[in-house]
């Protein structure tokens, strides 16, 4: 059942209600977690989430957003760069640089801002950032079993609400007890192990999550393969829809 895991934003119930008006739908009927509220964040997660491997994402929308861009080939310029904390393969200069200019933003936690020009940004865990029309909120990522990334340290999570559905890149964090209040439409979940949650993990995290859509990160770079996204498909069949990123498209 769907119909509690969509927490689109009031324009797109209003599309939504309006499409369904127009199908002759039952005023009760009109919601975004209708079928055609499915399908379209169906085609979003395929069509304008693009993985640029690692934890790299862009986000095609209302407006071009970036997260944790990492060896990536270049693209079209950002208005928004998300970085979610300061290691090498999450905040890259080099990278940011092929990417941004004269009016793109770059938000991050402040030690990793301190290495990148331009204009930006500090966030937190639990804080909110309204960017022209996008909303960013940054979600606690830490780990728990591990210590690459102390909580202490203030790294982070984005929740980004675009084209009315909320997006959730997990940054490298473990399964944490806040995900049970984290709500998302789209979930990007690493899956590798080593220095974040291990597939089976994040199967546990999608499910406290309980996202309509789960994508699988962070494999088939530093660590972890593609046989780790699989796995994490294959144990959330009939719970959680899993769409497998090509890398680039
Ligand atoms: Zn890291």
Known sequence: MRENRAFCTIPALLAASWIAALAGAAQGEATADNGKGEKAMKSFAESDIHWLGHDGFMLA??????????KIDGGATADIILITHDHFDH????????????Q???????DC?????????????????????IVIEAVPAYNINKNFHPKANGWVGYVVTMKGFR???????DHI?????????????????????TAEEAVRAALDINPAIAIPMHYGAIVGQPDDAVRFR???KGKVDVVIKKKGA
């Open 234 to 236: 294959d144990l959330l």
């Open 91 to 102: 905040c890259s200069p080099e990278d940011i640089a092929k990417i941004q200019g004269p």
């Open 61 to 70: 929308g209302e407006k071009t957003i970036y997260i944790d861009p990492y």
């Open 104 to 110: 793109t933003t770059v938000v991050a936690p402040r």
């Open 167 to 173: 997006i959730y890149h997990a940054g490298d964090t």
């Open 177 to 197: 007890p806040e995900m049970k209040t984290i709500k998302a439409d789209i979930a990007l979940l690493p899956v590798s192990g080593t220095y974040v949650m």
């Open 113 to 133: 801002l301190g290495k990148i020009p331009g204009n930006k940004k500090a966030i937190k865990p639990g804080e909110l950032l309204t960017l022209d029309t």
